[in-house]
C-alpha cells in the first residue's frame, strides 16, 4: 500500500487504552502515548488479563505479579500512571457479555473522547495469524463506545451512560489510516518496551534493546514511508458521531 496516512485527530483529550496482556501498547503504541503525554493528554491503561500465561519458564501464579509491575513500570516511561488489570484468563478471553460489561463499565468510569485497542483483526499484515485475545478484547473495546453510551446496558453498577467517545483506533491494524509522528519519542518507546525485561527474556535470545530497536524500527519506518518519511506510529481510526449512530449513519474515515 503507497497511499499516504492521515494525521491522527488531535481533538480530544482523554484516552483510554484497552487491551489484553501487558506489552501490548508498548510493541505497538507507546511512543505516540508518549508523544500525546506530552501534548497534555491523559491516558489509561486498562488490561484485560495480567498475562499470566506468556512466559514459558514461569508459573502463572508466578508471572501475574511480575507482568503486571513491569507493566507499571513501562506505563510510567511513557507517562501514564493509572494502569488497571481485569481478571480475564490469558489466552482464554471470551468475546461476550462479561468482557463487554467490564470495558463498557471501564469505558464510563474514564469518560475518555478516544478509545484505542490492538489489531483485531485476523491475521498480522496477510503475514500471521492473530490470536484470539487480540481478536475478541480488540472487537470488544471498539463495540464498548456504543455500549458504554446505552443506559439500558449494564447499568447495575449506577454509572452514568458516556456518549462521548468520539475516535476509536486501532494500532497495528493491517488497514492503517492515520498515523502519529512520533520522532521525539522514539527512544522512549524503546525504554517502554525494555521495561518488560522478564517476557523479553524469555522471548528472545537476541540483546534486548538491540531486539526492540530492530522490532520497533521496523514499524516506524513502515509506517513512517507513508507518512512524510518521519518515524510513526500507525492506527485505523474510525470517527464516531452519536447523532449519526442513533440514526443509523455510521461515519469511518
Known amino acids: ?133 487480540h481478536r475478541n478484547v480488540g472487537r470488544a473495546a471498539l463495540d464498548a463506545a456504543a455500549d458504554a453510551a446505552n443506559r439500558y446496558l449494564f447499568p447495575e453498577e449506577g454509572l452514568e451512560p458516556w456518549e ?15 498515523a502519529v509522528d512520533v520522532t521525539w519519542a522514539v527512544d522512549r518507546g524503546v525504554r517502554a518496551v525494555l521495561e518488560h525485561a522478564t517476557y523479553l527474556e524469555a522471548l528472545t535470545d537476541e540483546e534486548p534493546e538491540a531486539y526492540v530497536r530492530g522490532f520497533l524500527g521496523r514499524n516506524l519506518a513502515a509506517a513512517g514511508a507513508r507518512f512524510g518519511g518521519r518515524p510513526a506510529v500507525s492506527f485505523e481510526v474510525f470517527h464516531r458521531d452519536p447523532y449519526r449512530v442513533r440514526a443509523g449513519e455510521v461515519h469511518y474515515r
Open 1 to 133: 500500500m503507497t497511499e499516504q496516512l492521515q494525521e491522527f485527530p488531535t481533538d480530544w483529550s482523554r484516552a483510554l487504552a484497552i487491551v489484553a496482556h501487558p506489552d501490548d501498547v508498548e510493541y505497538s503504541a507507546a511512543a505516540a502515548v508518549a508523544t500525546w503525554v506530552d501534548q497534555g493528554k491523559e491516558v489509561v491503561y486498562l488490561m484485560a488479563s495480567r498475562g499470566e500465561c506468556g512466559i514459558d519458564e514461569l508459573d502463572p501464579e508466578k508471572a501475574a505479579p511480575i507482568r503486571e509491575r513491569e507493566q507499571r513500570a513501562s506505563a510510567a516511561v511513557a507517562g501514564v500512571h493509572q494502569v488497571e488489570f481485569l481478571d480475564h484468563p490469558d489466552g482464554l478471553i471470551e468475546y461476550g457479555a462479561a468482557l463487554r460489561r467490564d470495558l463498557t463499565l471501564a469505558v464510563r468510569r474514564h469518560r475518555p473522547e478516544l478509545v484505542f485497542t490492538l489489531n483485531h483483526h485476523d491475521h498480522w499484515r496477510g503475514v500471521s495469524w492473530n490470536t484470539p485475545d
Open 164 to 178: 462521548g467517545v468520539r475516535w476509536q483506533a486501532v494500532a497495528g491494524s493491517p488497514y492503517p489510516t492515520h
